[in-house]
């Protein structure tokens, strides 16, 4: 009866808190409090908490994200974003209603560069919506676009999201996860694409001019140096000359003189800029910090187990067992935010998986792209909130033209789950 109490003190709280606007990283915290009383006396337990926080942040892995965070923000500010659109014009420009095509591929390589969704919604849509409003495309179409394919920098590495992943599962490889993202990635940007085909066909949006081979070849020699980051950062990773810690510091190094070689930061930008960054990652440290705080809180009272245990009666078939997952993490990523919740749901759910011979790294990206459609819906959807606002429009007048984008991240996502050889042939074929 005492582990029931517990469950349901955990749940009923945390959803309370929750309820009445408490933020999400002191909702974890003060739940997981809640619980320890019920086994444990107040003042051991608020100690507990404290020392499960530093404990969760004492991880040389964490590291990463703070300097991925800030070579994020670097690039937002050297115009990095720029020449990786005006390469996507150039590409797909001159196709009817091209622009949309140059928002996802634009999306994908700075997301894929910058690793955060946030970063690249305000930094392409900042760019790219008043140009589709000059040339006719609807505002909402643009903001739903900009909003679903900036999720794609997230599964495409290196992701900070993965990171924390790697964190909750006890060790997954950070190299393993960063090469295992890049199909499932350009599967939702490639789904995400032929979504907007229909659209443009509806609205019978037109192309742009076609780029000589001249203005192509000045683009990409533009928007080189931006691409070579991937190669560096990930290439040194895979063959091993880095960590994933120590890539995210060459990266901040690579961008800062890259963003100094184009012009368009300078010495006086930086204090904004590390300023902005740090406001970014005390955000996601707090989150971290509680989240592990509510992991340990959960683990002390064995409700991983007791769900895990109730997965596998329910199924023994693992395709049956990672939809249901799935749809409960769906349900999750609405009133959520990624961070608390793969910290949250990992050691819950990874144990069934493992168990049914589920490789721990399929699972991990199957479990991100799920969480990143939660991202872009409400109640509490960031990138969401992000992209209406740089498109100057609401969410009433842009949810139904999210809609089909949704379904198809939702489709991708199912093509992902039941079909792991597109997510594992490459860190197979690396070895990883």
């Not at 095509?101 to 894929?112: E, R």
């Not at 008043?130 to 794609?152: C, W």
Request: charge should be neutral; charged fraction near 10%; include cysteine.
């Amino acid at each position: 009866m005492e582990e029931y109490l517990s469950i349901l003190i955990l749940v009923v709280s945390f959803i309370t808190l929750m309820g009445i606007g408490v933020p999400v990283a002191w909702a974890l915290g003060f739940s997981s409090f809640l619980t320890l009383t019920v086994t444990i006396a107040t003042v051991p337990s608020a100690t507990t908490i404290a020392q499960r926080m530093g404990v969760g942040l004492d991880s040389f892995a964490l590291l990463a994200i703070p300097f991925f965070i800030l070579a994020g923000e670097i690039m937002n500010k050297g115009g990095i974003a720029n020449r990786l659109i005006n390469l996507a014009k150039a590409l797909t420009g001159r196709l009817p209603g091209g622009l949309l095509y140059v928002n996802v591929i634009a999306a994908m390589l700075f997301g894929a560069i910058a690793g955060s969704a946030a970063a690249a919604a305000s930094a392409i849509g900042g760019i790219l919506g008043p140009r589709m409003e000059k040339e006719g495309y609807p505002r909402e179409l643009g903001a739903a676009v900009n909003i679903t394919s900036s999720t794609t920098g997230l599964i495409i590495p290196p992701s900070n999201v993965l990171i924390v992943y790697s964190l909750a599962s006890g060790g997954v490889s950070i190299a393993a996860l960063f090469v295992a993202g890049y199909i499932p990635g350009l599967l939702i940007g490639l789904f995400l694409m032929i979504t907007a085909a229909i659209f443009i066909k509806k609205h019978n949006l037109k192309g742009g001019e076609i780029t000589s081979i001249k203005e192509l070849t000045k683009k990409f020699l533009a928007a080189f140096p931006s691409l070579m980051l991937l190669v560096v950062v990930i290439g040194g990773i895979v063959i091993g000359v880095f960590t994933a810690t120590e890539a995210s510091a060459i990266a901040v190094i690579y961008t800062l003189v890259l963003s100094f070689i184009y012009g368009e930061i300078s010495i006086k930008d930086l204090p904004g800029v590390l300023l902005k960054s740090s406001e970014t990652t005390a955000i996601v440290m707090l989150l971290i910090a509680t989240s592990m705080s509510m992991s340990w809180a959960m683990s002390s009272e064995n409700i991983p187990q007791s769900i895990s245990a109730a997965l596998l009666a329910l199924s023994d078939n693992k395709f049956v067992i990672l939809i249901m997952i799935n749809l409960i993490l769906l349900f999750v990523g609405t009133f959520m935010d990624m961070t608390p919740a793969v910290l949250i749901f990992t050691p819950i759910f990874l144990p069934a998986v493992v168990t049914m011979g589920i490789d721990p790294v399929h699972f991990g990206i199957m479990m991100v792209l799920n969480l990143c459609i939660g991202i872009c819906t409400p109640p509490v959807g960031s990138v969401l909130f992000i992209g209406v606002g740089v498109a100057r429009t609401s969410i009433a007048k842009v949810f139904l033209p999210l809609l089909p984008f949704f379904l198809a991240m939702i489709l991708g996502l199912l093509v992902i789950t039941l079909v792991p050889e597109l997510t594992l042939w490459l860190p197979g074929l690396f070895g990883l």
